[in-house]
């Protein structure tokens, strides 16, 4: 069973700065595209990210595009998501998570989540 394990969130202040790291399990990760999603209370669960598995192109919601940048380490079996000049309207449970095909869009495993918040 392929095991997500996302770190990094916690309390910054708008205008701060926050990095997210999602560690896979297993020896297939480099083969997957991740994908950083997140859900704020009372709302749906949207897209941030995304990354694919060798040639490491990027895709990003329109929201963040030019703030955060998603990144991959494929030694380290970890995709990163660099959170600059954050805005409160970005506090949510951040997930990560892993496209075993790696052609989406349905994504096959994720992590359990990290909160992140930002005060104003």
């Known amino acids: 069973q392929v095991q997500l394990v996302e770190s990094g969130g916690g309390l910054v202040q708008a205008g701060g700065s926050l990095r997210l790291s999602c560690t896979v399990s297993?020896?297939?990760?480099?083969?997957?595209?991740m994908g950083w999603f997140r859900q704020a209370p009372g709302k749906e669960r949207e897209f941030v990210a995304r990354?694919?598995?060798?040639?490491?192109?990027?895709f990003y919601a329109d929201s963040v595009k030019g703030r955060f940048t998603i990144s991959r380490d494929n030694a380290k079996n970890t995709v990163y998501l660099q959170m600059n000049s954050l805005k409160p309207e970005d506090t949510a449970v951040y997930y990560c998570?892993?496209?075993?095909?790696?052609?989406?869009?349905?994504?096959?495993?994720w992590g359990q989540g990290t909160q992140v918040t930002v005060s104003s």
């Open positions: 998570a892993a496209d075993a095909r790696g052609v989406g869009p349905r994504y096959d495993y």
């Open positions: 297993g020896r297939a990760f480099n083969t997957y595209a």
């Open positions: 990354i694919s598995g060798s040639v490491f192109s990027t």
